[in-house]
């Protein structure tokens, strides 16, 4: 599976993005996605998940409420809504995906095994 990520930008605090990540290769609907974002200095770290189907999402409690993962299977595309965005949201953002279809809801980095190339978001303050 590839995985192509989009939608980054620089962005005032406050504002929103979409970021998007097509997928090709295997069928689209058979696994979950996830969106991980790595800090300058900082680990690489989940995001949010959504499950095959999309019939079920999972967040990291830092992004809750202003995060939100979706997926249009008919477009072979995993969305990610970024809304009241904070200078400490600024990262590249990666999206990811369970292409062995083993997890529902995965959140481990671990967990996926295709990645994409990440796409930097900027916010300033």
């Known amino acids: 599976v590839q995985l192509q990520a989009c939608g980054g930008g620089l962005v005032q605090a406050g504002g929103s993005l979409r970021l998007s990540c097509a997928a090709s290769?295997?069928?689209?609907?058979?696994?979950?996605l996830g969106w991980f974002r790595q800090a300058p200095g900082k680990e690489r770290e989940f995001v949010a998940s959504?499950?095959?189907?999309?019939?079920?999402?999972y967040y990291a409690d830092s992004v809750k409420g202003r995060f939100t993962i979706s997926r249009d299977n008919a477009k072979n595309t995993v969305y990610l809504q970024i809304n009241s965005l904070k200078p400490e949201d600024t990262a590249v953002y990666y999206c990811?995906?369970?292409?062995?279809?083993?997890?529902?809801?995965?959140?481990?980095?671990?967990?996926?095994?295709?990645w994409g190339q990440g796409t930097q978001v900027t916010v300033s303050s």
């Open positions: 990811a995906a369970d292409v062995s279809g083993r997890y529902y809801n995965p959140r481990k980095e671990g967990d996926f095994n295709s």
């Open positions: 290769g295997r069928t689209f609907s058979s696994y979950a």
């Open positions: 959504i499950s095959w189907n999309g019939g079920s999402t």
